[in-house]
Nanobody, 125 residues
């Protein structure tokens, strides 16, 4: 089982990025995929999550309206589209996979079974 994030980078405030989380070794239908971010010297915080088997998403209030999660099952990949980026969105972004639990567990990182290595997003002012 492996999760590989990509798509991070440096962007100006107001810009957009699309992060990818490519899964291998399991089907997206069996797992909820969550996106988290980690600021320096802080705990990871949930950004949003996607349960493909029930077609449900949930987003953190801090980013609601600026992000969207989608999936391409043919590529076994989940995307995090981020718009209107702000300098305070600068963080290391991770995706995680949680087996057989829905979005109601989506912001609790203790429920996740697998994690990717993270991709850095830096937003300049």
């Amino acid at each position: 089982v492996q999760l590989v994030e990509s798509g991070g980078g440096l962007v100006h405030a107001g810009g957009s990025l699309r992060l990818s989380c490519e899964a291998s070794g399991f089907s997206l239908d069996d797992y909820t995929i969550g996106w988290f971010r980690q600021f320096p010297d802080k705990e990871r915080e949930g950004v949003g999550c996607f349960d493909s088997s029930h077609n449900k998403t949930d987003y953190a209030d801090s980013v609601k309206g600026r992000i969207a999660i989608s999936a391409d099952h043919a590529k076994n990949t989940v995307y995090l589209q981020m718009n209107s980026l702000k300098p305070e969105d600068t963080a290391l972004y991770y995706c995680g996979a949680m087996y057989a639990r829905g979005v109601e567990y989506g912001f609790g990182e203790e429920w996740y079974d697998y994690w990717g290595q993270g991709t850095q997003v830096t937003v300049s002012s």
